[in-house]
């Protein structure tokens, strides 16, 4: 099992950049695939960019090219560097887990707002 807690969110104008972060702890971290997701109200939650141990990663097609996601395996930590912001990234962003044999992320974090003004 895995806990989560992120940190970083908050409100920018449209163009700029925040990053956020994602606290990982519990046992054996790095058999999990970390990923962030995003949530509008009234909308189904959507996949941003998932990441594994060795650093392989995948991203949505709307965040390519703006949004970087890493993680630092040595400190259980893992971010989402998020540039060249639009008003369509405002959403509640979540940190999730998921081990690495399964197809369903399993574990989340409890959300942490970004807001993109125009």
């Known amino acids: 099992q895995v806990h989560l807690v992120e940190s970083g969110g908050g409100l920018v104008q449209a163009g700029e950049s925040l990053r956020l972060s994602c606290a990982a702890s519990?046992?054996?971290?790095?058999?999990?695939?970390l990923g962030w997701y995003r949530q509008v109200p009234g909308k189904q939650r959507e996949m941003v960019a998932t990441?594994?141990?060795?650093?392989?990663?995948y991203y949505e097609d709307s965040v390519t090219g703006r949004f970087t996601i890493s993680r630092d395996n040595d400190k259980n930590m893992m971010y989402l560097q998020m540039t060249n912001l639009k008003v369509e990234d405002t959403a509640i962003y979540y940190c999730?887990?998921?081990?690495?044999?399964?197809?369903?992320?399993?574990?989340w974090g409890q959300g942490t707002q970004v807001t993109v003004s125009a």
């Open positions: 990441i594994t141990w060795v650093g392989a990663t």
């Open positions: 519990g046992r054996d971290v790095l058999d999990y695939v």
């Open positions: 999730a887990a998921k081990y690495i044999d399964r197809s369903q992320f399993a574990y």
